[in-house]
């Protein structure tokens, strides 16, 4: 074995319960005066919060908007100087912790992030702010929240059409992460791990059309699809995304098409795109972890069982536009197992668009 690997320091609270632990975790990151970005959905924690920390000491900002707009950023800059605050509290998804991320950018302020989606924001070290139309994405060390909490209350009582697409997103990163041209042993196996466990908790998903156990508890699913998002957001964390995440970047940003949905479609056609460029090791991992000799029929049969729409015609990408997506994503420079031109790309969506695979 001859391998680089970069690891990246924060500290994880998993598990039924954590969620209580809160104000103990809010004290160990030194924090008194709190910005706590959360929408209405989760003002329930907001409200205890200010319970046991004082109303003075705990500035509620509710404004999340999807792909952090800078005004925004800036709005919320102004405020958290005002009220002087010392810990950024980011309840909610990748937008709500991505708005914390574009502060701490700025004010240098630790965070403490409570993931509410499987989109895995928090876990990586990367932020995107936009202005203008135009996402600047970038990575700093800044930006890594300190504390996560993984409570499966959080996510409990999402939407089944979000955990579709939230789990695929998670599944992405996964995906790439094993055939990242920067690899290492510990994120394949990491990642092969995390592609088990989400799979396992989407087939639980599928088969009880809920994230709560018939019992009223919290869920296998939940707590698998869960644990797989943050083994995924740390792969996308550790390692180098490809063609996939070139690719949903591009149609998300410039093409209006919703993140978690857009990864769901695109993720079984790119791994079909990719397989010829992969040695018959990852295939074989990948063949199972997934149980099933085509990993890419297999991931579109679970997002479809799963109620998710599975071509880019069903999410309302408009075909007369292919040609011009393609040749934006082909004009990217970034490592891929497999060399990419125009035509490949549009052939690629074309597929995609059509619902056909290899
Ligand atoms: P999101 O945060 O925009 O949330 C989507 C919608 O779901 C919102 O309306 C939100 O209020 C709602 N929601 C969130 N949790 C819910 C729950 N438990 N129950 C019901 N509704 C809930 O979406 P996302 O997919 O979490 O994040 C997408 C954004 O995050 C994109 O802008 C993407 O670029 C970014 N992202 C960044 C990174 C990174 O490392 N920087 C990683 C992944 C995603």
Not at 100 to 110: R, T
Not at 272 to 293: E, K, P, R
């Amino acid at each position: 074995m001859n391998f680089t690997y970069q690891s990246f320091s924060n500290k994880i609270y998993f598990g039924e319960g954590q969620l209580k632990k809160i104000n103990a975790i809010v004290k160990e990151l030194g924090g008194s005066q709190l910005f706590v970005i959360s929408t209405n959905r989760t003002k329930p924690i907001v409200d205890e919060l200010v319970q046991s920390i004082g109303q003075k000491n705990v500035f509620h900002f509710s404004k999340v908007v999807q792909h952090v707009p800078k005004d925004l950023v800036q709005e919320a800059l102004t405020l958290a100087k005002e009220n002087r605050s010392n810990l950024i509290v980011a309840i909610g998804g990748g937008s709500a912790i991505g708005l914390a991320k574009g502060m701490a950018l700025q004010n240098l302020l630790p965070i403490l992030a409570v993931p509410t989606t499987y989109a895995g924001s928090e876990m990586t070290n990367m932020y995107g702010i936009s202005s203008d139309g135009v996402k600047t994405v970038g990575r700093d060390n800044l930006v890594l929240p300190r504390s996560v909490i993984y409570d499966p209350s959080l996510t409990v009582g999402m939407p089944l059409s979000l955990a579709a697409t939230s789990s695929m997103n998670a599944m992405a990163h996964l995906i790439e992460a094993l055939y990242a041209h920067d690899s290492n042993p510990i994120t394949y196996q990491m990642s092969l791990t995390g592609v088990r466990v989400l799979k396992e908790g989407m087939e639980q998903l599928i088969s009880q059309k809920s994230l709560i156990n018939q019992s009223g508890t919290v869920g296998n699913a939940n707590t698998n699809l869960q644990f797989g998002s943050y083994l995924a957001g740390k792969a996308l964390c550790e390692v180098s995304m490809s063609l996939h995440h070139k690719a949903a970047h591009v149609l998300g940003g410039s093409f209006e098409m919703e993140h978690g949905k857009i990864h769901t479609v695109l993720l079984p056609y790119v791994l079909d795109f990719q397989l010829s460029g992969l040695s018959n090791a990852i295939i074989g991992d990948l063949q199972m972890a997934l149980n099933d000799q085509s990993p890419p029929n297999k991931l579109r049969n679970l997002a479809q069982q799963m109620g998710a729409a599975i071509t880019l015609q069903g999410i309302g990408f408009q075909e007369k536009r292919m040609q011009e997506a393609a040749g934006i994503i082909a004009s990217m420079k970034f490592p891929n197992p497999v060399g990419i031109t125009e035509d490949s790309i549009e052939t690629l969506l074309t597929m995609a668009y059509e619902g056909r695979l290899h």
